[in-house]
Structure formats: C-alpha cells, structure tokens
C-alpha cells in the first residue's frame, strides 16, 4: 500500500510536528504526546480533555480549541494513550474548576483514563469522567466491553464543551456530557478494510462486492456481511438500526460521519438518503453535519449518529467552537 509517511515509528510525531506548524494557537508537546489550547488554563472554566488512539483524525486533536476540548491525548495508531499523558494534560488545563475526562468505551482508553484520574486526583485536580457507548450495532467486540464510543464523542465534546464555556460548575459540565451521551446513537458501515502503517496491508479481508453492516472505527466486525448495497439500502438498514434501540420524542442533531476514504460527494449523498428515512420515520431534524470527523484511517463507509436535543441542547451546539476541525460563531 502507498502511504504519504516516513516510516511507521514516526508517523504520530510526524503528525503531530505538522499539526502543530499549521495551527499556533494550540500548544503541542510532541514528545509527551499531548495537546492543550494555547490559552489554557481559563480561570473559572471546567477544562475537558479527551484522547485515544491515532488514526482517527480529526478526533481527538482536531477538536481541541475554545468551545470544544481543552486539550486531547494521542496514543500510537488504534492504541490507548497512556495515562501520564492525561495527567499531564490535566494539570496543563485545570483552573481550579476541575476536569471532565471525556473516555469512548474501549478497554484500554477505560483502563487508562481510571488510572489517570486516581493520579491527578491525588496531585489535587478534580476530575469527573463520561463514558461514551453510542454505538448500536454490537455489544462486546474486539475492543470492548459493551457498547463501542464512536460519533457521539464529537457531540459529547461539543456540548460539554460550550456549557464549560458558560462557566458552568463540573458537576453541571459532566451531567450534559452524560445527557448527550444517554440521547446518542450510532451505526457504521464499511466499503472497505483499513490499512495501519504498521502492517501496510489491509486489516481484515472484506471481499469485493461485499460490505460490512456495524463495523466499528478499529475494523472491529459488525453485525453481517451483505453484497453491495444502494446508498438508499444502507441508509434505510443504518437508521432503522439506531432507531429500533431509541424513539426519539424530541428533534434530532444528525451527524453522517466519513470513515476517512469516502467522498463528500458519496457523504452527501448518503445524507440525502439518511434524511429521507427520517422524515418517512417521523423524525424532526434540527441541524445536520456531514463530513469526515471520527475515521479510521484509509477505511471507505460512513456512519450516522443521532443525538435528541432539547431547547438547552440545542443552544450548546449552536455556541461558538473555534477549533481546527470545527468552528462556528467565532
């Protein structure tokens, strides 16, 4: 496979010298590992801080920036950051307002992040933590114990993010975190396998013709293997999926996430499909976002996630945010 890299042992760093050349207003120590907002801490705000493995670009780096995330973590490519990373970031950005760990659900992140709350803790930092388990497609799988934490986080991030902004106490900051959380699904589908540096060849083998029904954002199985389906056919088996486990009684923001492969042309697309099975569902939707946020490399497919939002909801997500991947109202 051609990849645009040196060699795999440096493609994180290297990735991680180049974010911080196109983007001063971030502090990134790319030896630690970690990146924090260049104007952290913020007195009086909640600090948020989030991480996982890379390759998932723009999550979790892309997202760090006033109204978002204080700072992000980034382990090795699909691989957990270690836990004094996230020491490191949370005393970075802790104001005395305390830390909101925002952990996707994958045993490793969950291990890690735990341990790094005992250690902040101990050095005086208030830390609360959110798990995000959106995903509907399995439960247990390669990576997990229960639900897999997948496009929510972008959601998670986002709201959180805005109401720390607010001034909002930790104790508030976690509970909308966990609200959105609580409101979220999601359903991922893959065109092809994903290749990592490391190997240089694809994950697992996904025949041509043949798509992938629930695959996570690591190449993790799903729920089946079907021939190729139309645009309209997977929005049609992805929707139903996440709304056969939730019945939205309020509007919905709507997400349809790249896996990192697909064309905004396909994405849109898609989306137009997404929407079509919502009305026909009786589903109101609010504000949509399309594009490639929570990927998994080289991996072609897409995802969709909804989150029900009341009017506070609603007003969080349409608060400004200037970070690299995302940003309004600034």
Sequence with gaps: MKMLINVPETVVADALRGMAAAHPDLAVDVENRVIVRRDAPVAGQVALVSGGGSGHEPLHGGFVGPGMLSAACPGEVFT????????????????????????????????????????????????????????????????TAGRRGTGATLFVEKLAGAAAAEGRPLEQVESIARRVNENSRSFGVALSAVTTPAKGSPTFDLPAGELELGIGIHGEPGRERRPMMTSGEIADFAVNAILEDMSPHNPVLVLVNGMGATPLLELYGFNAEVQRVLAERGVAVVRTLVGNYVTSLDMAGASVTLCQVDEDMLRLWDAPVRTPALRWGM
Excluded: I
């Design 80 to 143: 957990s950051p270690v836990p004094d990373q996230m020491v490191r970031a949370a005393a970075a950005v802790d104001s005395g307002a305390g830390v909101l760990f925002v952990v996707k659900n994958y045993t490793g992140d969950v291990l890690n992040f735990d341990m790094a709350a005992e250690l902040a803790e101990d050095e005086g930092v208030q830390v609360a933590k959110v798990l995000v388990n959106d995903d509907v497609a399995v439960t247990d799988s390669l990576f």
